[in-house]
């Protein structure tokens, strides 16, 4: 496929939806361009996203991560926010090469998340760096049916800053002036990527599990046309 677009549907789960690119199904020296969509329930609330993506030669991603948050619970709890990351993902070994043997990519996001809904108190600013990698491998059963198991890991650091001039509507922070909040976990996910060869497209199953501030499982379903 020299010409590839890609549009991935991620079901409701309990992960938030990663910049997952899409050169993972491609192989090295293939072109695309997708977009994806998808809703997941995390530990503090939930959120739906539409990811543009960009594969160069199967060897770089770059991408733009769009999310709304809707918080149920923390310091957080009843606003919403709307989170914009951009992120790139190299590819820095290749399985396919026959000197490796698992391939090897690396990404890096910076996410710039716009509150809302603070009632009559100043909404919260924040910010967020994700960087990570994964190690995965592809393994074809047939010319129509392929496997990409992959460990993905990551770096996951969010700071809020709080702008407060009387009693908050988020009754976590009442006190007045600004403070900036830091929270720094780890992400780690395996997934059992699965892709299915159609006539008209190369369809993607992707069930997971993980950590995510606690516990996470989910799945995807995508087509690349």
Not at 13 to 39: C, I, N
Not at 101 to 130: C, E, H, Y
Not at 138 to 144: P, V
Request: with cysteine; proline share 4%; charged share 15%.
């Amino acid at each position: 496929m020299r010409k590839t677009l890609g549009l991935c549907f991620l079901a409701l789960t309990l992960t938030a939806g990663t910049a997952h690119a899409q050169g993972l199904f491609l192989e090295k020296g293939e072109p695309g361009k997708s977009a994806a969509v998808g809703a997941a329930a995390i530990g503090t609330g939930w959120s739906a996203s539409v990811v543009p993506c960009y594969t160069y030669r199967g060897m770089f991603d770059v991408g733009l991560d769009v999310t709304r948050y809707s918080y149920s619970s923390g310091d957080a709890k009843h606003l919403s926010s709307i989170g914009l990351m951009p992120f790139a993902t190299a590819y820095l070994a290749r399985a396919e090469d026959g000197r490796f043997p698992a391939s090897v990519s690396g990404t890096l996001g910076v996410q710039k998340r716009i509150f809302m809904g603070n009632g009559g108190a100043p909404n919260p600013d924040g910010w967020g760096v994700l960087l990570g990698g994964s190690l995965f491998r592809r393994i074809e059963f047939s010319n129509t049916l392929a496997s990409i198991p992959e460990v993905f890991v990551a770096y996951d650091l969010q700071a809020t800053t709080w702008h407060s001039t009387a009693v908050d509507a988020n009754a976590a922070v009442h006190n007045q002036g600004q403070k900036t909040d830091y929270d720094q976990k780890p992400r780690a996910f395996f997934r059992a990527n699965m892709a299915f060869k159609g006539e008209k497209a190369l369809y993607t199953v992707i069930p997971y599990v993980g950590y995510q501030a606690g516990f996470a499982v989910g799945g995807s379903f995508g087509a690349i046309f």
